[in-house]
């Protein structure tokens, strides 16, 4: 046996957004153990680009207790299973009423793979025209605003933007860019 080996599941708690599942294992040695599993539906994020602006939401970060600044991002009603450039546009329209003639993947992120089998595609959004946000009632606090690409590594670098993801697009775009 060269992996762990799920020899067992049960659910623990669902609701619209995640299930929480506790797995019994093998591991390679032969030796059982549980690995407790969040599973979420894949989400996309948007970078959107126009010349050297970038937007950005803001949102109350329950979990967290705080006002966090991070890209637009999320994932389809009712746990659906939708085209990830398309997922991407729906998010992007939503919580800023920006919409994309181009929209370009970057790449693959894992959101916490030692605890959660999400997953999520990274996308730029140029072309970028603007028209009235269609948020949900949870992003009814939500705001967006432009800033410079300095403005953003600032907002990096002090602390101002700490979603992982947001962090983690960030570098996929900057890779993309050679």
Do not use: C
Not at 65 to 76: D, Y
């Amino acid at each position: 046996m060269d992996s762990i080996q799920t020899v067992g599941s049960r659910e623990v708690y669902r609701n619209n957004w995640l299930t929480l599942r506790e797995d019994d294992i093998r591991r390679p040695d032969g030796s059982a153990g549980i690995y407790a599993v969040v599973d979420k539906p894949a989400y996309a994020l948007v970078i959107p680009r126009d010349t050297d602006r970038f937007h950005l939401v803001e949102q109350f970060r329950y979990p967290l207790g705080l006002r966090r600044w991070e890209f637009p991002q999320g994932t389809a009603p009712g746990r659906a299973d939708i085209d990830p450039a398309e997922l991407a546009a729906r998010e992007l329209r939503e919580e800023t009423g920006l919409r994309a003639a181009t929209m370009t993947e970057l790449g693959l992120l894992d959101v916490a793979p030692g605890m959660s089998s999400q997953r999520g595609r990274v996308f730029l959004a140029t072309g970028i025209t603007e028209g009235p946000h269609e948020r949900e009632h949870e992003e009814q606090d939500m705001r967006s605003a432009w800033f410079t690409r300095a403005e953003v590594e600032a907002m990096m670098r002090d602390g101002v933007i700490t979603d992982a993801q947001s962090l983690a697009a960030w570098t996929l775009l900057l890779l993309s860019a050679g």
